[in-house]
């Protein structure tokens, strides 16, 4: 702070930072380091190089490492590398004693360090001190005989040194410990480098003794087909085979097995081993025999063979779907089919047995719909394939016991026995079978079945008994009320068939009554009873004032022949119009004015076609709000609204809009013609 010269201190004057937001460049803390690092301003500079040049000197820097060395280990005698690094200074100043005193101190203190040991024999071995690395190697291997590391570096070291004997015995004494796979394997090779068939071929037999895998078993087969022990080698899978037995076999000795015979030519004993493996071994693990068989059937087989095999590949893969999801019905039905065509029928038999034995666990219809079909189709088996009706007809019992019938039933099971009674000329049963389907559930389609059965029997007192029931049990349903009309009708009892329609019509409820009505009036036309039409049509208007009823009306009305029709039809359409602007219905008044035009057009007088013209309604664009189903807006719209001459003298306003639009016109066609005639004159 600086002092006036009043004696008062002055604050230094605060620089204020205009702009406080972020810099678009961040630097971290990270970054500013690797910055230091790359242009080496933090460069530790290398202590200098010591240079001795007498023996005095000499001494006295070995005295101080040792000293050294000893102060670290006395701190921490535990320290593997402490005592490394000593070790390796006697070694590098030739003090091979000191270097082996401070080793043998270091394996005092930890004789269970590999690394310890293989820096000791190392040091040895770089200074041609055979005999102390051997006897080092020793000690090691005997302290630690499952460091397989230890052992290689012996062994190593002895063949490297052509000392085979010793090298073999190293190895000897390394298998009575059994170790790992591939400590036997460099046993095999060290043999085989040096050309001991024999020997290697004993080292195999106490190999796959210790490893019996099959992998092991495989590779000292190849060992013998690789020298041409043909017989060797097939001794060899052969006792693989039997080692492991029915109950342990799996397919990778299998398919070694058959490629050796492949590899022989011997396809005949190729196609042996791998139809037998298949046979013994589990659907699940034969998938690789499988393709493996396929390849060979491709390759030296012929075509039934090859299908045998594809054949054998898909029944696996059905086999394992179904196992592992019995209600797969889709993969039983595929597996069924190919099964028959196959052609074995007691294997059919067994695997239908299995399929339907995969009963739903929840009684709901739904899950019941694809298992179903297994039924039908073992049915339609014993019927058509096996031609045994008896089991054709137990089969369709014991379905029609499974299924619960208090919740849901399918009426094609029921359909289909009835129909196979027939087939068999058995009436009575068939007969009785339907009685029992309807009353169990009297489901339409049961009774139409039924109905039609007795039609093709040309039983009709049964069809109608059956068409009474089916109402009694349904009296809205429409369209039974009209099959029984038309089965009256056509039997020719037509006060029968009216009175059947007659109280139809007179249900309170009803699913389709339009059907219904149209169905009597088409009947009333065609016993040509045009009276009876009319007064469908009116008390049928009495019920409903729908356009279809009206356009209907009038169209029967112009049908008939004369003035008289053509008067009734005007009449129609009058009073429809009438109905029609009571309601506001303006479409639908629309398409009857229409309809009464052509009428006129085509039948009426210019006078008559006049009157309905001056009837029919202006075509009004107009514009409203639109909404969405969620009730917000989605701005305006255009719609087609119709303006009827009645409107127009009820609303002045419209009138007042109409004159101003005829207006309008005409001013436009004035001026057009008051543009024509200066041209003209100018022209002239």
């Known amino acids: 702070m600086e002092t006036t010269m009043g004696g008062k201190q002055k604050t230094a004057k605060v620089v204020k930072v205009q702009n406080k937001a972020p810099a678009p460049v961040q630097l971290t803390a990270e970054q500013l380091i690797r910055e230091a690092k790359e242009r080496g301003l933090e460069t530790v500079a290398q202590p200098p190089k010591r240079k001795i040049t007498d023996k005095e000197e000499l001494e006295e820097y070995k005295l101080k490492q040792r000293k050294y060395f000893e102060d670290m280990i006395r701190k921490n005698r535990t320290s593997l ?50 005999n102390h690395a051997r006897n080092i190697w020793d000690r090691a291997v ?71 895998e099959i ?40 398919v070694a097995f058959a490629r050796y015979e492949e590899r022989q030519k011997e396809y005949e004993r190729a196609r042996g081993i791998y139809k037998y493996a298949i046979e013994k071994i589990s659907k699940e693990q034969a998938e690789e025999l499988l393709k493996g068989y396929t390849v060979f059937e491709k390759r030296f087989g012929n075509r039934h063979g090859i299908e045998n095999v594809i054949v054998s590949k898909r029944k696996l893969q059905y086999e394992n779907e179904v196992t592992e999801n019995p209600h797969n019905y889709d993969a039983w039905f595929d597996f069924l089919r190919l099964s028959e065509e196959e052609g074995d029928v007691t294997a059919t038999r067994e695997l239908y ?45 014991i379905c029609l016991d499974v299924i619960p019938h208090k919740k849901f039933t399918f009426a094609k099971i029921w359909i289909m026995f009835a129909k196979f009674e027939l087939r068999q000329k058995h009436v009575d049963q068939a007969r009785k079978i339907l009685g029992v389907s309807i009353g169990k559930c009297p ?29 009694e049990l349904a009296p ?156 917000t807006d989605a701005g305006w719209e255009e719609y087609v609204d119709y303006i009827f001459p009645e409107d127009e003298e009820s609303q002045p306003t419209l009138k007042l809009l109409s004159m101003a639009k005829q207006w309008n016109a005409a001013d436009e066609d004035s001026s057009s013609s008051d543009d024509s005639s200066d041209d003209d004159d100018e022209e002239s």
């Not at 005007?570 to 229409?594: F, G, I």
Request: charged share 35%; aromatic share 14%.
């Open 476 to 631: 809205y349903n429409c369209n039974t009320w009209c099959r029984f009309a038309e089965l009256e009708s056509m039997l020719g009892d037509t006060p029968r068939a009216r009175g059947i329609y007659e109280i139809a019509v007179g249900q309170d409820r009803l699913d389709m009554p339009e059907m219904l009505w149209k169905a009597y009036i088409d009947f009333e036309k065609e016993q040509e009873e045009f009276d009876n039409v009319r007064s469908l049509y009116k008390r049928l208007l009495e019920k409903t004032q729908h356009i279809k009823v009206w356009l209907s009306y009038a169209a029967f009305e112009a049908c008939l022949q004369g003035q008289e029709a053509l008067e009734r039809t005007r009449k129609v359409y009058q009073k429809a119009n009438y109905s029609l602007k009571d309601q506001d219905s303006k479409n639908e008044r629309m398409c009857l004015l229409r309809s009464w035009k052509e009428l006129e057009e085509k039948s009426g007088t210019s006078e008559s076609l006049s009157h309905v013209e001056k009837q029919m309604p202006k075509q009004v664009k107009k514009r409203r709000k639109a909404t969405t189903e969620d009730g």
């Open 353 to 397: 047995e299995r399929a339907i034995a995969a009963v739903p666990p929840v009684e709901e219809k739904r899950h019941w719909r694809r298992y179903i079909y297994l039924w039908i189709y073992y049915a339609v088996f014993e019927e058509l394939t096996m031609k045994d009706m008896e089991r054709t007809r137990d089969v369709y019992k």
């Open 443 to 471: 489901k339409d389609k049961l009774f139409k079945t039924y109905i039609e059965v007795e039609l093709e029997l040309r039983e009709f007192d049964r069809c109608r008994k059956l068409y009474e029931k089916f109402i």
């Open 81 to 130: 590398q402490s005592w490394l690094r000593y070790a390796q200074f006697e070694d590098k100043m030739k003090e091979w004693q000191r270097a082996r005193s401070v080793y043998e101190r270091a394996l005092d203190v930890s004789f269970k360090s590999i690394p310890l040991w293989l820096k000791y024999a190392e040091m040895e071995m770089k200074n041609e001190q055979v």
């Open 142 to 212: 005997t302290i630690l005989p499952r460091a397989n590391q230890l052992w290689y570096k012996y062994v190593y070291m002895e063949e490297m040194l052509r000392n085979v004997a010793n090298c073999r015995q190293v190895f000897e004494r390394w298998m009575a410990w059994e170790p790992d796979v591939q400590a036997w394997n460099s046993y095999i090779n060290f043999e085989l480098r040096f050309k001991e068939i024999e020997r290697a071929r004993s080292i195999y037999e106490k190999f796959v003794d210790v490893h019996p």
């Open 215 to 254: 992998k092991n078993w495989i590779k000292y087969a190849r060992f013998e087909e690789r020298f041409n022990f043909t017989s060797k080698s097939r001794e060899v899978y052969e006792r693989a085979v039997v080692f492991y037995g029915d109950e342990m076999m799996k397919p990778e000795l299998f």
